[in-house]
């Protein structure tokens, strides 16, 4: 049995350029941090020549051509597993997905933790990371960027920059503790309840971004947020965190039609009102979690302001992507 938990993720500033209509024409570059809620992926030898596969619905097939699930089935083919395995998945996130938490990238990156860990081919946290989006960019030709693959491999508070030709630099921001503690406690994040399509969403986003030059020209401020933000964090300063979380979202509600609408809209005028300095939605946006940026002596207000929605405390994540449980035990593959 081999067990593997990788983390969910809170990405501040930048998202967006991350997507290969930005990175390729110019450097993109978000900031984010891993978060203590995780998915959990286990491997297990199955009795019988079949594969079985447990997730919202269970699986049992002869022939990777038969599954459904096109995450486990291309990942299984990647590691020429074809025959007696057990895969399941467990996560520390809303059932109905769409949080904007990256949990479906944290799944593909536990995934093919486990399996490299299951074949005897353990990768490195970074090379998971890289090999999660050849899966999901180039095999599974998902409209999706790379920040969520390297953000859950590597955990951590980091700068991550896309450039043009392909490769991503990963820059840990070491906070000393007291400024860690001070920017935790000035995070609130709260559930919709609203689900999207984040494919549709970001499809739609990377339409306008090689057509329309404005919309080229918003990512580029955002990138630009997140080299401030970086710059910012590294001397171990929060201060001016809502006032980039709160343009930068300004930005971003626009790029795409579903990043926003009324109710969201609705909440943050609220959550502004309230205290909160800044916020945005995670992920592509349109539903899932509401990030918010509010000082501690306000969050009383903020919380009552925001009644109908539920919050959802929260950790860093400093480790990625971990094997967590391993029994030995032969394989017949």
């Known amino acids: 049995m081999i067990i593997t938990r990788t983390p969910l993720r809170i990405s501040f500033v930048g ?15 978000v900031v984010s941090t891993a978060i203590a809620h995780y998915v959990y992926v286990f491997a297990h030898p199955f009795f019988s020549d079949h594969i079985q596969l447990k997730y919202a619905q269970t699986e049992t097939v002869s022939s990777l051509d038969d599954i ?17 395995i057990e895969l399941g998945i467990v996560a520390d996130l809303p059932k109905e997905g769409g949080s904007g938490l990256g949990g479906s990238t944290a799944f593909s990156v536990g995934l093919l933790n486990a399996l490299s860990h299951y074949t005897g081919r353990p990768l490195s946290n970074f090379e998971l990371a890289g090999q999660a989006c050849r899966l999901e960019l180039e095999i599974l030709r998902n409209p999706i960027g790379k920040q969520d693959q390297f953000a859950s491999a590597m955990g951590g508070l980091n700068y991550i920059q896309f450039n043009p030709d392909g490769t991503v630099v990963v820059e840990p921001i070491f906070l000393n503790p007291r400024i860690r503690a001070d920017l935790r406690s000035h995070l609130a994040l709260f559930y919709t309840g609203l689900t999207r399509d984040a494919r549709g969403i970001l499809g739609d986003q990377q339409r306008r971004l090689a057509s329309d030059e404005e919309s080229f ?3 580029v401020r955002m990138r630009d947020y997140a080299r401030e933000l970086r710059d910012l964090l590294r001397r171990n300063s929060i201060r001016d965190l809502g006032r980039l979380l709160h343009e930068n979202w300004l930005l971003k509600k626009n790029l795409a039609s579903g990043i ?4 969201v809209d609705d909440w943050y005028a609220k959550a502004l009102s309230a205290g909160a300095e800044g916020g945005k939605l995670l992920g592509a946006g349109g539903g ?10 306000r969050q009383d207000r903020l919380r009552a302001a925001l009644g109908d929605l539920r919050e959802m405390k929260f950790e860093m994540d400093p ?8 029994e030995s035990r032969e394989a017949d593959a």
């Open 319 to 326: 480790q990625g992507t971990q094997l967590i449980l391993v």
């Open 15 to 29: 998202g967006g350029t991350d997507l290969p209509t930005f990175y390729e024409r110019e450097p993109g570059a």
């Open 217 to 219: 020209k918003a990512h």
């Open 288 to 297: 899932g979690f509401l990030l918010l940026y509010c000082r501690p002596e």
């Open 68 to 84: 459904q699930m096109p995450v486990f089935r291309e990942a299984l083919r990647l590691y020429d597993i074809r025959r007696k």
């Open 260 to 263: 926003s609408n009324e109710r």
